[in-house]
């Protein structure tokens, strides 16, 4: 398997109704610099060691990222809202387009 991409089950239904638990997506690791609005990314929990999620980017700033579930219910997801913006850094692959 290439080295590049990394498989993930999607775990839950924050991601929903784009992702759904069960699903198997593929990741693609990229250069950072071409980190895009509203991209769909894996990154390691800012609070919980080897835990990783699945969001979409709601907003860049200086290095930072603004992270959230598509879910439309509030309390389907743990993202941004609960633990704020995370460094670009900690991101580690984004969704293959071809996935969606």
Do not use: Y
């Amino acid at each position: 398997m290439d080295s590049r991409f990394i498989d993930v089950k999607v775990n839950g239904n924050s991601m929903w109704p784009t992702l759904k638990d069960g699903d198997i997506v593929r990741f693609v690791i990229i250069d950072l610099n071409l980190i895009k609005h509203n991209q769909i990314v894996l990154f390691k929990h800012p609070f919980k060691k080897d835990f990783n999620l699945i969001k979409r980017i709601s907003a860049i700033e200086d290095g930072e990222v603004f992270l959230v579930g598509d879910n439309p219910d509030p309390n389907a997801s743990e993202d941004s809202h609960n633990f704020g913006r995370i460094n670009i850094k900690d991101i580690i692959a984004v969704i293959r387009e071809d996935n969606t």
